[in-house]
Structures are given as structure tokens and as C-alpha cells.
């Protein structure tokens, strides 16, 4: 292999690996940025390693053994070894415990999904809300502050600062990074959703970029949620959460056309979704059902999911359901984009001029002035009122503040039909 495929596996393994890298290694060495450092420099040493004796059978074990070695070479190099020493010989009641032993076996010590434990300490109440969802997302999703900044409708800058702080705060509150149990775990529970939620959306509809969808943050937020529905089996919305998740991830292989453009919903080949994961959604959402959770957030949103999964054709699409759900979900969870999305549920139901008007009052809202999924609603409510030089207008305006390549090139294919 030349060495320029090697570095460019290299860079693609250290992707798919580095959420787990940095969750192994924080949960040692308790600090979130020198985990970041250790991976870092684990990558450094595989791009110096591999071009000489061959990518690893197990790169990600390779990654994260280079990772350990220089987390231990570090304790022994530091002051830090003598308090680690101190600290262990007190909790052990064993002065002569060697330090770097007993940090080479809990890194080695599989105390349930380091991922998930990561993720419950982001989300630990000593953050805001906000902090808890940002820092996740960069940890756990690898998503730039660009990218997190387009899913809170926030600016790059305060994003940067949201995890900084973040950090120093999780550092100065000497915290472990594990699954929690009993009520803290309730407590964070749901912010662990949300955090869950937002990846798995960024997987779902990427907000920068040349792909539209990014299938491994999906998967990674499935996996999440169903180690987490084994964590929490009682928890209704838990389960509404994976239930949601697994029927929107049944449809990715319909969402997009080979050239990568975006292929709306009402226009997908319904054959092309997946029927596992519609039927593993499905029985998520009874589950929820049953645990009296129908009318929690994430059970709602799955119950329209759903409505698409169950109609065999677009035009069987029961929209007047989807619409009274949304009204619903309005209530429970108050919200821009769910006022948005039920505009749009409403001009389905009873036409383009219903939606027109909920559309009207969003825009005086001024929230969504910036998000470019409003005017692209808009410009399709006007197209099928056959006001087609408004609509191209606003088709024009959705692309011009989307940051994704192939969305961009979808609306602006959009408002060329319009003046056609």
C-alpha cells in the first residue's frame, strides 16, 4: 500500500475511532482535553508507525494502546504520579500499589459503555444545557463548533467558548466518567437524549458539507440509544427516542439519489426502506406505549415517524393525523423548528394557504430568520399556490444561507423550475 493510502486509512480510522479513543482515555486520566492530547499523539505515532510496518489488524486497539503508553509515560514524568500513588494507597488502604499497574488495568476494565459514560458526564447538571448538549456533540459526534453552531442556530464564536468552559468546568469539578446509577442517572437522563437526538440528526441532515447524510453518526446514535434502552428498560422516552431514531434511519438509503442530491419524502422509493428497522421501531414505540410514555416528546415524534412507515405510498399518508401529532408535540415541546414542521404537516393536510398562514407567524417570530429550511417550506407552500416567481425567490434565499453543497444545489434546482 503507498504511503499516501496509508495516511489517508490512517485519517479514516482515527474518525471512526476517536469518540471511543477520547472516552477510554478521559475516564483515566479525568481531564477531557489532555484525553484529546493523548488521541492526538496516538495518531501522531500511527502516522509515523504504519507506513513503515502496515496498518494493524485491530487499529483501534493499536490507537488506543498508543494513547495508554503516553498517558503513562506522562504520570511517571509528573508530579501527578506521587498524588495518583497517594490517593490509591488511601482508597486501597495499600501503600505499596504501583500507580501506573493500577492505571493499566482500569483502562483495560470494561465497566460498561465508556461512550455512554462519557456521555453522562457532559451531561452532568454542574453544565447548562446547553454546555452539556455542545460538549457532547464535540466529544462523542467529532462535530466541528461550525456544525454544532448550525444545530443550536448559535454562532461559531459562542460555541467555541460554550466548550471551553465546559471543559475547565468538568476539570475543576473532579468528576468520574462513568455510567451513573440510580437517581443521578434519572436526573441527566434527559439531557443524555437530547445529546443522543442531535447526533443523530446531524447524521440524518448534515449541516455542512459536500454529503447530505452522514450514516455513521445515525448508527452511532442508534447504538447509543440501544445501549441505553438496556440501561433504563423502564423509561418510556428512552424507548420513544429509539423508536425514533430506528424509523428515520430505515429511509437513508431513500433520501438521497445516486448523484447525492436529496430526494424529499413524499418522492422516495418506499421499497428502499429498511423494514428491520421500521419493525425494531415500531415495537420501541409500543414499548413506550405500554410504559404510559404516548405522550412524551420523543414517543410523539416517533408516532409520526411511523405515519410515514405504515403508508405504503406517499398519497396514503395520513397527513390529518400528522398534523393533530404536531399540534401535540407543540404543546409538550414548544419550539421553532416544531412549529416549522407543523406548518408543513398542515399544508399537507389542508393545503398550501393553511400553511402559508402558520408560516406567516413564525416569520414575525424572527427565530428561524436565519434557518434555511423556513423560506424553503415557504417557497414550496407558494410553488403549489402556482405563485412560481415567489417561490423561486424563496428557494433562492433557502440556498443561499444552507452551508450543505447538496442541499444548496437541490433548492437551487428548485427555483430554476420556478422560472421555467
Not at 506522562?74 to 500507580?99: C, N, Q, T, W, Y
Not at 476494565?109 to 462519557?118: I, P
Not at 440556498?399 to 427555483?415: D, P, V
Request: proline share 5%; glycine share 8%; net charge neutral.
Amino acid at each position: 500500500m503507498a504511503a499516501t493510502e496509508i495516511h489517508q486509512t490512517i485519517e479514516t480510522v482515527f474518525r471512526i475511532e476517536q469518540a471511543r479513543l477520547i472516552a477510554g482515555l478521559v475516564r483515566m486520566v479525568r481531564d477531557v482535553n489532555l484525553a484529546e492530547d493523548l488521541a492526538q499523539d496516538a495518531l501522531v505515532a500511527a502516522l509515523s508507525e504504519w507506513p513503515k510496518t502496515g496498518v494493524p489488524k485491530n487499529p483501534g486497539a493499536w490507537l488506543m494502546a498508543a494513547g495508554k503508553r503516553r498517558a503513562i509515560d506522562g504520570f511517571r514524568r509528573s508530579k501527578m504520579l506521587a498524588r495518583k500513588h497517594a490517593e490509591i494507597g488511601r482508597d486501597l488502604g495499600d501503600e505499596g500499589v504501583d500507580p501506573v499497574a493500577d492505571i493499566e488495568a482500569a483502562m483495560d476494565d470494561d465497566l460498561g459503555d465508556e461512550l455512554l459514560g462519557l456521555i453522562f458526564t457532559a451531561c452532568h447538571p454542574v453544565l447548562s444545557p446547553e454546555a452539556r448538549a455542545t460538549l457532547t456533540l464535540r466529544l462523542i459526534g467529532g462535530l466541528t463548533t461550525d456544525e454544532i453552531a448550525r444545530a443550536f442556530l448559535s454562532s461559531e464564536a459562542t460555541i467555541a467558548q460554550r466548550i471551553v468552559r465546559a471543559k475547565k468546568t468538568l476539570g475543576k469539578a473532579g468528576l468520574t466518567y462513568e455510567v451513573p446509577r440510580g437517581p443521578d442517572r434519572k436526573e441527566r437522563l434527559a439531557s443524555v437524549l437530547e445529546v443522543i437526538y442531535l447526533i443523530f440528526n446531524e447524521g440524518y441532515a448534515a449541516t455542512a458539507g459536500e454529503d447530505l447524510i452522514r450514516p455513521a453518526l445515525c448508527a452511532e446514535a442508534q447504538r447509543l440509544g440501544r445501549i441505553l434502552a438496556g440501561l433504563a428498560p423502564g423509561e418510556p422516552e428512552v424507548f420513544g427516542l429509539l423508536a425514533l431514531m430506528e424509523i428515520q434511519a430505515s429511509r437513508l438509503n431513500a433520501r438521497t439519489a445516486p448523484d447525492g442530491s436529496p430526494v424529499p419524502l413524499t418522492e422516495q422509493n418506499r421499497a428502499h426502506w429498511d423494514q428491520l428497522l421500521i419493525r425494531r421501531g415500531l415495537a420501541a414505540l409500543e414499548r413506550a406505549e405500554a410504559l404510559g410514555g404516548a405522550g412524551g416528546p420523543y414517543a410523539l415524534q416517533a408516532a409520526l415517524a411511523a405515519c410515514h412507515a405504515r403508508a405504503r405510498k406517499a398519497e396514503e399518508t395520513d397527513w390529518q393525523r400528522i398534523a393533530g401529532l404536531y399540534d401535540e408535540l407543540r404543546a409538550v415541546m414548544p419550539s421553532p423548528v416544531v412549529d416549522l414542521n407543523r406548518a408543513v404537516a398542515h399544508s399537507m393536510a389542508f393545503g398550501p394557504r393553511a400553511g402559508l398562514a402558520l408560516l406567516n407567524e413564525i416569520e414575525q417570530a424572527g427565530a428561524l430568520r436565519d434557518y434555511a429550511l423556513l423560506p424553503a417550506a415557504k417557497g414550496d407552500f407558494l410553488f403549489r399556490t402556482g405563485r412560481l416567481t415567489e417561490a423561486g425567490a424563496e428557494f433562492e434565499r433557502a440556498a443561499a444561507l444552507t452551508r450543505n453543497a447538496r442541499e444548496k444545489a437541490f433548492l437551487l434546482g428548485r427555483a430554476a423550475a420556478c422560472g421555467g
